[in-house]
């Protein structure tokens, strides 16, 4: 017989405040069986699971770090505060945690629309808003690059696939890297 895989590795493309779109995804995961069990630097990971209805929290601790121990006990006092309230931690990256609840309707971890938008913002501005200006700055340097060998050696330079597909990519990356930040 064919064998069941048990677990799968997945590349969310979520906006780093699109909290409703990452727990709505992570609900039909575990809806089709399937449960979050580590966010990587490459992707979500996911252990197959009972097919369940679950609530999903992503929250943002603008204090926390993945490379730091001196929000331990906030972040400790917060878990320990999400679970009194039916939410178990489930993982948690440099920007966001993400809790489940087996409850139809749990009290929602978030309750302020104002501070949670502030969280995001202070969150954005640790980790997410450098890594778009590097990428803006990356693409229009390789940019630059490619019409200075363009100017100098036009032919052998648009004739060259890997080059033009190079520029395109980074054109790419830079459109999409101000998209975001827009």
């Known amino acids: ?45 996911f252990k197959k699971a009972e097919p369940r209805k679950r609530r999903f929290a992503v929250t943002y ?13 906030e972040e400790r006092a917060f878990a320990d505060l999400c679970a009194y309230t039916g939410w178990t931690f489930l993982d948690r990256n440099s920007k966001y945690h993400v809790y489940y609840s087996e409850e139809a309707d749990p009290t929602p971890i978030d309750t302020d629309p104002v501070l949670e938008v502030r969280n995001i913002h202070r969150v954005s501005k640790k980790t997410f808003l450098p890594a778009m200006f590097l990428l803006i700055l990356n693409g229009l340097l390789q940019l630059a690059s490619f019409a200075a060998k363009v100017r100098r050696y036009p032919v052998s330079t648009l004739t060259d696939r890997l080059a033009v597909t190079l520029a395109a990519g980074f054109a790419l990356l830079l459109l999409l890297s101000i998209y975001e930040l827009i």
């Open 1 to 45: 017989g064919a064998t069941v895989r048990q677990t799968k590795m997945t590349v969310p493309f979520f906006a780093l405040y699109d909290r409703t779109g990452m727990e709505t995804y992570l609900e039909k995961q575990s809806e089709s069986g399937w449960m979050l069990t580590q966010i990587t630097a490459l992707g979500w990971k």
């Open 61 to 73: 601790l603008p204090n926390a770090s993945l490379y730091s121990t001196a929000s331990y006990g």
